[in-house]
C-alpha cells in the first residue's frame, strides 16, 4: 500500500534552517509528482510546494518563495524540503502528499503522509 513518512521537522530558532525528508513506498514514485502541504494552528492546510516526477520543474508558493527548495531523489524514493532563514510564520505540521494532478489545491493530491512538526521559535 502506498505510504509516506515524513521526517526531520523540529524546533529551531528563527533564521534557522532545518530540511524535511519524505520516504515513499507502494508505488512507482518516478511516475509521480509530489507536494508539501502545510498547517498552522487554528488554520487551513495551505500548499508549500510541488515537484514533478523527473523533478525538473517545481512550483514553490511565494511565501516561501527564495527561502525553500524542493528536490527529489528517485533513486531513494525520497523528496526533500529545505528550509532556510525560518521564520516563526513557518510554524506548522509540513505533510507531502502524492499529485494526481498538477495543481496546489488538496483536491489535486490522493496520499498523505502522517506529517511532521515544525517549530520556529522569535
Known amino acids: 500500500q502506498v505510504q509516506l513518512v515524513e521526517s526531520g521537522g523540529g524546533l529551531v530558532q528563527a533564521g534557522g534552517s532545518l530540511r524535511l525528508s519524505c520516504a515513499a513506498s507502494g508505488f512507482i514514485f518516478s511516475n509521480y509528482g509530489m507536494g508539501w502541504f502545510r498547517q498552522a494552528p487554528g488554520k487551513e492546510r495551505e500548499f508549500v510546494a510541488s515537484?514533478?516526477?523527473?523533478?525538473?520543474?517545481?512550483n514553490i508558493v511565494d511565501s516561501v518563495k527564495g527561502r525553500f527548495t524542493f528536490s527529489r531523489d528517485n533513486a531513494k524514493n525520497t523528496v526533500y524540503l529545505q528550509m532556510n532563514s525560518l521564520k516563526p510564520e513557518d510554524t506548522a505540521v509540513y505533510y507531502c502528499a502524492r499529485v494526481t494532478r498538477w495543481g496546489t489545491t488538496s483536491r489535486d493530491y490522493d496520499y498523505w503522509g502522517q506529517g511532521t512538526q515544525v517549530t520556529v521559535a522569535p
Open positions: 515537484i514533478t516526477s523527473s523533478g525538473r520543474t517545481t
